[in-house]
T-cell receptor
Framework: AQTVTQSQPEMSVQEAETVTLSCTYD???????LFWYKQPPSRQMILVIR??????QNATENRFSVNFQKAAKSFSLKISDSQLGDAAMYFCAYRIYTGTASKLTFGTGTRLQVTL | GAVVSQHPSRVICKSGTSVKIECRSL??????MFWYRQFPKQSLMLMAT?????????EQGVEKDKFLINHASLTLSTLTVTSAHPEDSSFYIC????????????????FGPGTRLTVL
């Protein structure tokens, strides 16, 4: 079974600084997606960034980027120029590439605090 | 992006009553919908996967007779918590999977805003 591990329950970053959230996963599949979701106090799940496993290039979305290490099964999220609005729970998630039976497996989450 | 709505956003009910939560994909068709439960400060726990027109598949440990799921159309799934008890109080989140490719990803999954259930 696939597992997703987030070893940092809480992280803190100062406004305008950079922070990296860690995620590791375990799978025997070769084709899959990896995701980072943000859950602010409103509880609405928001997709931050996604990575297809077959792509060697790391995904980036504005201030958000990932460091995808397929061999090490590592998928960290870097947030640059942190803003107060980035404060939220962040969940790493995994899903096999396709198929209606495929489902998201979430990590336990990292709570990010952003301080002035 | 695609929108998923949930209704109600918040519900309070008495112990022993049943509560129905609706999940709708507003601007896309979803052959598959997912229901999650989230306890405070915890991750999302998948309860069941529903496919339009067929019976839902429940995760291990989830009582199918207590959490009734109906996926009547390509845009609507409902979760009914039957004979609710205080331990059923939680945050319930639905998610809908788009058919085909949207935004460069195949079968992308979109989340509703959640429903907070409080059983007195």
């Amino acid at each position: 079974a696939q597992t997703v591990t987030q070893s940092q329950p809480e992280m803190s970053v100062q406004e305008a600084e950079t922070v990296t959230l860690s995620c590791t996963y375990d799978t025997s599949e070769s084709d899959y997606y990896l995701f980072w979701y943000k859950q602010p106090p409103s509880r609405q799940m928001i997709l931050v960034i996604r990575q297809e496993a077959y792509k060697q290039q790391n995904a980036t979305e504005n201030r958000f980027s990932v460091n995808f290490q397929k061999a090490a099964k590592s998928f960290s999220l870097k947030i640059s120029d942190s803003q107060l609005g980035d404060a939220a729970m962040y969940f790493c998630a995994y899903r096999i590439y396709t198929g209606t039976a495929s489902k998201l497996t979430f990590g336990t989450g990292t709570r990010l605090q952003v301080t002035l | 992006g695609a929108v998923v709505s949930q209704h109600p956003s918040r519900v309070i009910c008495k112990s022993g009553t049943s509560v129905k939560i609706e999940c709708r994909s507003l601007d896309f068709q979803a052959t598959t919908m997912f229901w999650y439960r989230q306890f405070p400060k915890q991750s999302l726990m998948l309860m069941a996967t529903s496919n339009e027109g067929s019976k839902a598949t429940y995760e291990q440990g989830v009582e199918k007779d207590k959490f009734l799921i109906n996926h009547a159309s390509l845009t609507l799934s409902t979760l009914t918590v039957t004979s609710a008890h205080p331990e059923d109080s939680s945050f319930y989140i639905c998610s809908a999977r788009a058919t085909g490719e949207t935004g460069g990803i195949y079968n992308e999954q979109f989340f509703g805003p959640g429903t907070r259930l409080t059983v007195l």
